[in-house]
């Protein structure tokens, strides 16, 4: 694995703001981290970084301790952070190649073109960083951060400010770094975490609440399972109250019902033998899916 968490604890004097928590992230994925305002996120993103010391745990990254092999971890990692902290006196170009100087990268002028055309900064290369809108210091902070071409990134709401148009973009460019590195995504976007992420932690009050893959999330702390299902003639009410596992039934109309079950039950089977045994016209049945913002609500409330 990439990034290996391990009973991580972070106090401030008696306030935990990180409580024990352990996770991995592996390399080919990108790791939602998700959580409300206050929830320990951004501190345990920057213990990750080498930025703070945590009080109690460790935390490895591409095998090197963070506390004790800490320039060795931090060049494994590229960071953008919340607040991006630019050198706004500075040109884009020279900009990118300061930082590259300072990661050592070979070719750095090379390395710096490669970052300014996939990151789309080609038309600003040449302006002060002050004179860009937030959304195109967004870019060069993300360029920045893979300037050294590190294993792991650590992307702390990476797409903020950006216009719609430049959010797809963006979004599409973590998607194709997670293919090959290790990439860590903190968002209050819900449906960024749909889009970009394979899987996610939800992190409340310093503990994790949730971390498995997105379809998982979706469909095992959703809380119940529902099925909504349309017949080509009326049916009585109290025969699919009669179906097993059936918790609720609530009439939509026009021969529409919705059904309820526990989370783990999937009623589908028991409706379509239902409705071939009494000879009914099935038109449509499907199991709702809940959204990633439907079951951090849930999680985090």
């Known amino acids: 694995m990439s990034v290996k968490v391990q009973n991580l604890t972070k106090l401030y004097d008696v306030q935990r703001a990180v409580d024990d ?5 592996h390399r080919g994925e990108v790791l939602g981290f998700l959580g409300p305002n206050g929830a320990g996120k951004t501190t345990t993103m920057k213990i990750i970084t080498g ?34 902290p630019l050198y706004k006196d500075m040109y884009v170009r020279e ?30 290369r040449h302006k002060h960083i002050g004179a860009l809108s937030k959304g195109y210091r967004q870019r060069v902070g993300l360029a920045q951060a893979m300037l050294h071409d590190p294993q792991v990134l650590l992307l702390d709401e990476p797409t903020s400010g950006l216009d719609p148009n ?6 599409q460019l973590i998607k194709d770094l997670g293919k090959e590195k290790t990439v860590v995504l903190s968002t209050h976007i819900l449906g960024e975490v749909e889009a970009v992420c394979d899987r ?3 992190i409340n009050k310093g503990k994790i609440a949730a971390d498995a893959s997105i379809t998982d999330l979706k469909q095992q702390f959703s809380g119940q399972s529902i099925v909504t299902v349309e017949f080509g003639e009326p049916v009585r009410q109290n025969l699919l109250e009669a179906l097993p596992g059936v918790r609720q039934v609530q009439p ?8 309820r079950a526990d989370a783990s039950h999937d009623l589908r089977p028991a409706v379509s033998a239902f ?9 449509e049945l499907h199991k709702e ?4 913002e439907e079951v951090f609500q849930q999680l985090t409330k």
Request: charged share 20%; aromatic share 8%; net charge positive.
């Open 200 to 202: 996610a932690i939800i």
């Open 289 to 292: 899916v809940f959204s990633v």
């Open 166 to 171: 430049q959010i797809v973009e963006i979004r």
């Open 51 to 84: 930025y703070l010391p945590q009080t109690a745990g460790t935390v490895e990254v591409c095998g090197f301790d963070v506390a004790a092999q800490p320039m060795q971890a931090r060049a494994c990692i590229g960071y953008l952070p919340e607040h991006n």
């Open 95 to 124: 900009y990118l190649e300061f930082t590259a100087r300072i990661h050592r990268v070979r070719n750095p002028r090379g390395r710096v073109e490669e970052m300014i055309e996939r990151t789309g900064l080609s038309s600003h």
């Open 252 to 259: 939509l109309g026009n021969n529409r019902w919705q059904l």
């Open 275 to 283: 409705a071939a045994k009494q000879n009914l016209p099935l038109l």
């Open 21 to 25: 928590i352990s996770f991995e992230a």
